[in-house]
Structures are given as C-alpha cells and as structure tokens.
C-alpha cells in the first residue's frame, strides 16, 4: 500500500469529534441549537444582489482579478472607518484583510505556534480555536472564567507557574465579548487587569472578537485593542456573525510586525481575499448597511435570547447544580448541569427526542465540561426555541437522581 508520509503537523490533525457528531444526529425535524449561525431570515439578500452588481459596473475586471494579499485598499479604507465608529482605531495601513476569523486563527497558529508551545486560553474556549492551534502543537493553558470573564489571578498565578518551569506563553487568547461558548462578557475592571498583566509579563494578546457589535443589553465596553496603548494586542474581526459568514471575510487589526508575518503567512496560503466580495463588502459599508444589519441582528437576537431564558426557566427541573448563563449580546448561552450529568452521552437521547446541543467538552482542550452545554438562539426560530427547549428538559428530566424533581418554580 502506498505510504503517503504525511507531515507530522498532518498526523495532529483531527476530525472535530464535535462536528462529526452533530453531522449523524441530525434528523429534518431536529431542533439544532448546536449551531453557531445567524438567522438567514435576516440576511439581506437584496443589497447584497444590488452590491454584487455594482462591483461588476463598477470595477469589474479589476474585481475578477488577484489584489493585494493585505487585502483592497478601499475596503480597508472602509473597514477603519467603520472600526472608528465602534470606538476602534487603526490605519487602512495596519489591517490585513482574511477569509474570515478561522483563516485568521490558522495564520496565527503558523507564525507563533511551534509543538509544545504554551498558549493561554479561556476555560471553556472556542472549540474552533482549539483545533487550529492544536495543529501547531499547541499547549493549551486553560484558565477559568466567571460571570465576569477570565478570572485575573487564576491568570497571573497560570503566568507564574509556567515561568517557574522556564516557559513563557506565546500569547494570551480571549473572546471578552460574548464568548462563544459561554455567553459571558469580560467586565471592565478585569479589561484594565488582563491588560496589566499581560504588560507585566510582556505578553501578547490575541483578543478575537465577533460578537461585540452584538450586544443588546448593557453598556458597551471597550475592545482590549481600544484600551492598549503599548500595541500589544491583536484583534481579529469577523463579517461572519454581525453580517453573513458566506463572504468568509474578516480582518485583523494589531502590532505592525506581526500583521507584516501574518501576511507573509496568507500569502503562501491562498495569495488573497477574494477581490470581488471585498469590493461588495466596502460598498455595503459605505451604503451603511453593515451597521443596519446589526442592528436588525440585534433587535432579533434579543428577543430570541429572552424566549430561550424564559424557556428555560419555565422548563428545566429545579435541580441543584443546573445552571445557565444570561448574555447580553452575542448568539450563545452555556449551561451547567449536575455533576453526574454527562452531555455527551445524553446527546443520544436529546437527538431522539429532536433536539440537539454542542456538548461541552469540544470547548475544553483538557477534555473537562463532561456535564455542559453551549445552546445557540440566533439560529432557530422563536417556536422551535421554545419546543426545543421543553424537549431539551424532558431529557434532562429523565436523567435527574434521586427521583422526579418538583415542578421548576425559578
Ligand atoms: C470566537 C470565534 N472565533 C472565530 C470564529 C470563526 O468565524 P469565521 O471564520 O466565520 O469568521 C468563530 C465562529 O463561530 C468564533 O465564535
């Protein structure tokens, strides 16, 4: 038989078990919340067809060709422009543009991660993320979270311990905004302390953010790159959850020299971003569309997160040990069950009765969230929220020991 003699980054390599799951347990009446879509009722097709066609008027030849691997000078030009009215500032000339913030994690992992590098990362993480780096090699360095985000000490204590063992983390990657999957917003005060630490120890942050322009209750905080002033974070943005993932376009935004290796980087992996939907996509800024869709995303997700909340609250059994998180923003809340409970083997059973989940331990690199799950509200519709959910509950009903628990009065 042929020996294909694959790399050794080929045999890290794995198929999300996750995934590949989710993928037999999907039947045409299953309500999915395990996925991490936007609602395509809202995407707005017809601006886009409008967008689309004024990119061939307009710039046709030059849109069908190859442009510059940092992405098109005008939709830079709009991407900053857009940024600053979110608070966030950068130069056309410091932003690369990708195909999306996955692109942006695989570069990352190519221009930072040698086998057996320590990473820092949010416990639970984007399961994504832990799949990019863990091709690299990575050595995931999980650090806990509360309702207010990645806790600081457990932080610094993390930091520290690594020192005494003669390692320095290549960087520190957080989701502070709605993260997926726990739904939860890194406050304030733990910003202005995440960034002091990192200055400390001088280290890099990687501060990925899709869902901070999704945020519809609260006060907007600002991105960890708006509040640095020693360029010592980098940020990856993403049209895919505030607009449509089917551009596959993101950017990222961060110190100089890194940006300058990370193009190096796309440049040996697909030359550029397609020409043609930056294109559409800077018109579309320019248009103010990018932001009417938030908006409209926003109004949305809301109502969805208050009927999914409510759902639970009137469905799931008055457990000890049951919890949820409440987001304000963003397309995900994480759910805590007893102990005993293992989400992955109850997977079978939520699947039969037509609802499914993300179980918790694709998000854990350790392998730990045997007894959680990620719930997603942006995807299904208010109904099939609110059916899904009581199926949801009967399963863990079933599952419940020590006898059936009372009616949930929370
Ligand atoms: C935190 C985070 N990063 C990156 C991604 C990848 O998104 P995309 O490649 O569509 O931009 C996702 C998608 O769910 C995500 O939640």
Redesign the pocket.
């Known amino acids: 038989m042929l020996d294909l003699g694959f790399s050794s980054l080929a045999g890290r390599l794995r198929r999300s078990e996750i995934r590949e799951l989710l993928k037999v347990t999907l039947h045409p009446d299953t309500i999915s919340f395990a996925g991490?879509l936007p609602d395509p009722m809202i995407f707005p097709y017809q601006a886009v067809e409008a967008a689309s066609a004024r990119v061939i008027k307009e710039h046709g030849r030059r849109a069908l060709q190859y442009s510059p691997t940092e992405g098109e000078p005008f939709l830079k030009e709009q991407l900053a422009q857009f940024m600053r009215r979110q608070g966030d500032i950068a130069k056309p000339e410091d932003i690369i543009v990708v195909s999306?913030?996955?692109?942006?994690?695989d570069l990352i992992g190519k221009i930072f991660i040698d086998p057996g590098d320590p990473v820092i990362v949010e416990r639970p993480t984007?399961l994504?993320?832990v799949q990019a780096f863990r091709a690299f090699g990575a050595d995931f360095c999980g650090v806990d979270m509360d309702d207010d985000g990645v806790i600081p000490e457990e932080l610094e204590e993390t930091i520290v311990r690594l020192r005494q063992q003669g390692r320095k983390p290549k960087f520190i990657y957080l989701?502070p905004d709605f993260?997926?999957p726990s739904g939860v917003t890194l406050s304030m005060e733990r910003r202005r302390r995440v960034l002091d630490i990192a200055s400390r120890n001088d280290l890099l942050i990687v501060e990925?953010s899709?869902?901070r322009e999704l945020r519809f209750r609260g006060e907007v905080l600002p991105s960890l790159y708006a509040m640095d002033t020693e360029k010592r974070v980098l940020m990856?943005k993403?049209?895919?959850?505030m607009f449509c993932?089917g551009f596959?376009l993101?950017w990222m935004v961060g110190p100089p020299e890194a940006i300058d290796k990370i193009i190096m980087a796309k440049q040996m992996t697909d030359l550029c971003t397609s020409a043609y939907t930056s294109i559409m996509t800077g018109f579309l800024i320019q248009d103010g569309l990018l932001e009417r869709q938030i908006e409209i995303s926003k109004n949305l997700y809301v109502r969805k997160a208050e009927v999914m909340l409510r759902a639970l609250v009137e469905h799931m059994p008055p457990i000890d040990g049951l919890s949820w998180s409440k987001p304000d923003g963003g397309m995900f809340l994480w759910v805590k069950l007893p102990e005993y409970m293992d989400t992955m083997e109850m997977l079978a059973e939520a699947a039969a009765a037509k609802v499914v989940y993300v179980v918790g331990t694709g998000f854990f690199a350790d392998g730990s969230g045997r007894n959680e799950m990620r719930l997603n509200y942006s995807y299904p519709s208010e109904e099939k929220i609110m059916q899904g959910v009581e199926r949801l509950a009967e399963v863990v009903r079933k599952r419940v020991r020590g006898g059936q628990p009372q009616e949930a009065t929370q």
Do not use: A, V
Not at 238 to 241: A, E, I, Q
């Open positions: 991490g999306s913030s996955q692109q942006g994690l984007y994504g993320t989701i993260q997926n990925d899709p869902y990856m993403t049209l895919s959850k993932p596959r993101g």
